[in-house]
């Protein structure tokens, strides 16, 4: 193999291995979004579970802005408002609300196990790549 020929292998085999980097870096922020988003599914959860122990009657507090409520009294502790998008929201139990949320959790945890599947094939695939590069240089 000529000198030429060795660096052109360098140079693509570099390129791979930082085309590798970035998309394991890109897998990595998508996880930890998914993550993010599972954490405020969680919440929500806990937050439905509390509200569905509340009577008619109750007061409660209804956040119009971060750190910002209002007072009012609850007038049906069994149903809830979930909008389910193009601007339409419907009325439902809230432990149908809850079941939806469950749901939208096991989603995330599928597609967060297909994104760890992929950030190992990546990585390995890097590290092969690595292993290409480092003797492509030894024989220099």
């Known amino acids: 193999m000529s000198q030429k020929e060795q660096e052109e292998m360098l140079q693509q085999k570099y390129a791979e291995m930082k085309y590798l980097e970035e998309k394991i870096n890109e897998s ?54 979930v909008n389910i998008g193009a601007d339409t929201v419907v009325k439902q139990k809230a432990e149908q609300a809850t079941d939806i949320l469950a749901k939208q959790v096991e989603e ?18 890097a590290k092969s790549t690595q292993k290409e590069l480092k003797a492509i240089a030894e024989m220099a």
Request: net charge negative; glycine share 4%; proline share 1%.
């Open 28 to 81: 990595q922020e998508q996880l930890q979004m998914l993550e993010q988003q599972a954490e405020e599914l969680h919440m929500s959860q806990i937050g439905l579970r509390e509200f569905q122990k509340l009577k008619k009657g109750n007061e409660i507090l209804i956040p119009l802005s971060t750190g910002i409520f209002a007072k009012a009294k609850l007038e049906e502790a069994d149903w809830v408002l």
């Open 108 to 125: 995330i945890q599928e597609l967060q196990q297909k994104i760890i599947v992929q950030i190992q094939r990546l990585v390995h695939k």
